[in-house]
């Protein structure tokens, strides 16, 4: 069984800036590609970012490209998401998944390719 954990959401002011962390367990991490998605209030949840499981190679919503950046250390079994200047639009719960492939050779970027989520961290940006 595998166990997300994430942390960093907050109240920011439109322009700053946060970090997420999310802390895996329960499996080797460094086998397995790792997302980020987003549900705002009223919607379905949506891709943000992704990141292979070896950390060379990254996915990115058109959305958040170029102000977020996802990044992994398989020595910490941790996964983050660096986002840049926040929009008010940016606003959502946040959450990480694991892959369920091992060694994807391409990315993930829908939620039935993830089989593992974390609980989520309310991200608030105020304009």
């Known amino acids: 069984q595998v166990q997300l954990v994430e942390s960093g959401g907050g109240l920011v002011q439109a322009g700053g800036s946060l970090r997420l962390s999310c802390a895996a367990s329960g499996r080797t991490f460094s086998n397995y590609g790792m997302g980020w998605f987003r549900q705002a209030p009223g919607k379905e949840r949506e891709f943000v970012a992704a990141i292979s499981w070896s950390g060379g190679r990254t996915y990115y919503a058109d959305s958040v490209k170029g102000r977020f950046t996802i990044s992994r250390d398989n020595a910490k079994n941790t996964v983050y998401l660096q986002m840049n200047s926040l929009k008010p639009e940016d606003t959502a719960v946040y959450y990480c998944?694991?892959?369920?492939?091992?060694?994807?050779?391409?990315?993930?970027?829908?939620?039935?390719?993830?089989?593992?989520w974390g609980q989520g961290t309310q991200v608030t940006v105020s304009s």
């Open positions: 998944a694991a892959d369920r492939v091992y060694r994807r050779s391409w990315y993930a970027n829908s939620t039935d390719e993830y089989d593992y």
